[in-house]
């Protein structure tokens, strides 16, 4: 069973930085890929970013490709999302998933395991 804990959210002026963390526990193969996905208030789940832990495919989402930066520590299973130069449009509960088969980031992954995830909010 796959566990994910996600931290890192919190209250942001426009303009701040933020970093979240998701460690998993329980993966049985070091192939394993994770992503980051946000739910604002009325509006659908959406995909963010997601990391594979063995290659260096990475996916980004247009509107956060040249302020959010995903990375891993694979001897964690943690992977990171650090938000940059953050707006209001980007609040929202963000969650990790992850896929322990470890399906590339555009085959698409299998998401089996969420966590609860961490409330963002970016406001004067």
């Known amino acids: 069973q796959v566990r994910l804990v996600e931290s890192g959210g919190g209250f942001v002026q426009p303009g701040g930085s933020l970093t979240l963390s998701c460690a998993a526990s329980g993966f049985t193969q070091d192939y394993w890929t994770i992503g980051w996905f946000r739910q604002a208030p009325g509006k659908e789940r959406e995909v963010v970013s997601c990391i594979t832990s063995y290659d260096d495919e990475i996916l980004k989402i247009d509107s956060v490709a040249d302020r959010f930066t995903i990375s891993r520590d694979n001897a964690k299973s943690t992977v990171y999302l650090q938000l940059n130069s953050l707006k209001p449009e980007d609040t929202a509960v963000y969650f990790c998933?992850?896929?322990?088969?470890?399906?590339?980031?555009?085959?698409?992954?299998?998401?089996?395991?969420w966590g609860q995830g961490t409330q963002v909010t970016v406001s004067t």
């Open positions: 998933a992850a896929d322990p088969q470890g399906y590339g980031c555009y085959d698409p992954p299998v998401y089996d395991y």
